[in-house]
């Protein structure tokens, strides 16, 4: 039941009893003893009005009852959140870190952040029910082994995850970035409940997630969605994966600001927002090739995997409707058959943690009852 209610709030009795295949009245037992023990409670959200027309009393974790430690391992950095039962955050910050080699100095790292981020909030890591890690790298779905870690190759080892778990005495879940970023999407209204899409998350690298109805598959090594390496151009600049003309090395953050660069020296993603504001008719064009781009890849996954949808999601999706009609208009032009383009609208979105909540979010799903 406790289980249910984490990963969908709001179940009402009726829900719970459906979905655990138990009788109304074991589950109303069950129910009343987690809320005798200050675990469960009501919430305002209801479920749908039942057939007879009685609409049940929606219920949740109590936010106070478990904590949750989201991290977001990046380049040069670490973002980790703190949140509560209900997935809300407590707090977050990001502190710079040198990455290293030594498994240990990179376990010490990760429990020094976890720490750090009970203090700031003044909990007890007694409370902590587990933590979620996000990494740009992909996470085998059974081995839990990290790598081959293009962005972050000081990480590209085995599993650590089983030994942080047994320092911490809760469950530790690695999952690759992007992964979480569509999982953060979930709760945050950018994807739709049970939503099927191809998932592409622009930002320093090209990532994504194959979502089917409402979960992320990983595939068999957990590579699924690593769309930035398939090869735009075979004969163009090797990427560090080892390939040649990958499509990271056309559609990232960097690489859209290099081709900015020849016309007016560098420029922040801010200035040249501010540069489309004015109509630059130089830079709207560099926002319809780069769309472009964007929708040959697009029209890659509608001919191998076939999504119903297509959802952007990162910085770049500030570029705005330009380089999305850009993007849907060179998918339709290869494939008329394909589904919708549309960016993610996320709503709530936080200054700092965003993917590491999404980090918590794909952990509890995976959380043994």
């Given at each position: 039941?406790?289980?249910?209610?984490?990963?969908?709030?709001?179940?009402?009795?009726?829900?719970?009893?459906r979905a655990s295949n138990l009788g109304k009245a074991t589950v109303s037992r069950v129910v009343?003893?987690?809320?005798?023990?200050?675990?469960?409670?009501?919430?305002?959200?209801?479920?749908?009005?039942?057939?007879?027309?009685?609409?049940?009393?929606?219920?949740?974790?109590?936010?106070?009852?478990?904590?949750?430690?989201?991290?977001?391992?990046?380049?040069?950095?670490?973002?980790?959140?703190?949140a509560d039962g209900a997935q809300d955050i407590i707090t977050a910050f990001s502190k710079a870190v040198e990455h290293r080699a030594d498994r240990e100095a990179?376990?010490?790292?990760?429990?020094?952040?976890?720490?750090?981020?009970?203090?700031?909030?003044?909990?007890?890591?007694?409370?902590?029910?587990?933590?979620?890690?996000?990494?740009?790298?992909?996470?085998?779905?059974?081995?839990?082994?990290?790598?081959?870690?293009?962005?972050?190759?000081?990480?590209?080892?085995?599993?650590?995850?089983?030994?942080?778990?047994?320092?911490?005495?809760?469950?530790?879940?690695?999952?690759?970035?992007?992964?979480?970023?569509?999982?953060?999407?979930?709760?945050s209204g950018g994807l739709k409940p049970g939503e099927s899409c191809a998932y592409v998350h622009l930002d320093v690298g090209v990532g994504g997630a194959v979502v089917l109805e409402g979960r992320i598959w990983q595939g068999h090594t957990?590579?699924?969605?690593?769309?930035?390496?398939?090869?735009?151009?075979?004969?163009?600049?090797?990427?560090?994966?080892?390939?040649r003309g990958c499509y990271e090395k056309y559609l990232s953050l960097p690489a859209f600001l290099?081709?900015?660069?020849?016309?007016?020296?560098?420029?922040?993603?801010?200035?040249?927002?501010a540069l489309i504001e004015q109509q630059d008719h130089s830079v709207e064009r560099v926002v319809q090739e780069s769309g472009a781009i964007l929708g040959s890849l697009l029209a890659n996954l509608s001919r191998s995997i076939d999504?119903?949808?297509?959802?952007?999601?990162g910085p770049l999706t500030r570029l705005g409707e330009i380089y999305r009609r850009a993007a849907s208009d060179q998918l339709h032009s290869i494939n008329p058959a394909a589904g919708e383009v549309r960016f993610a609208a996320a709503t709530n979105l936080?200054?700092?943690?965003?993917?590491?909540?999404?980090a918590v979010a794909l952990l509890?799903?995976?959380?043994?009852?």
């Open positions: 039941m406790l289980q249910l209610l984490r990963t969908q709030p709001g179940l009402t009795i009726s829900d719970l009893a009343a003893r987690l809320r005798a023990d200050n675990h469960v409670e009501e919430c305002a959200q209801l479920s749908e009005r039942q057939g007879r027309g009685r609409a049940g009393t929606g219920l949740r974790v109590r936010p106070e009852a478990e904590l949750y430690v989201g991290l977001h391992i990046r380049t040069g950095r670490v973002e980790c959140v703190l990179r376990l010490q790292l990760l429990e020094d952040a976890i720490a750090e981020a009970l203090n700031r909030a003044n909990r007890s890591r007694t409370r902590l029910r587990g933590v979620g890690v996000a990494i740009a790298t992909p996470v085998h779905p059974v081995t839990h082994a990290l790598g081959p870690a293009v962005r972050l190759p000081e990480w590209d080892r085995p599993d650590i995850s089983v030994e942080l778990a047994a320092r911490l005495g809760v469950p530790v879940e690695f999952s690759n970035d992007s992964n979480c970023s569509a999982m953060f999407l979930f709760a957990g590579r699924a969605g690593n769309f930035g390496h398939i090869s735009f151009d075979p004969e163009g600049e090797y990427c560090r994966c080892g390939g290099g081709r900015v660069t020849p016309l007016y020296g560098e420029k922040s993603l801010d200035e040249i927002l999504p119903p949808a297509f959802v952007v999601g936080p200054e700092i943690g965003a993917t590491a909540l999404g509890i799903s995976t959380m043994q009852p």
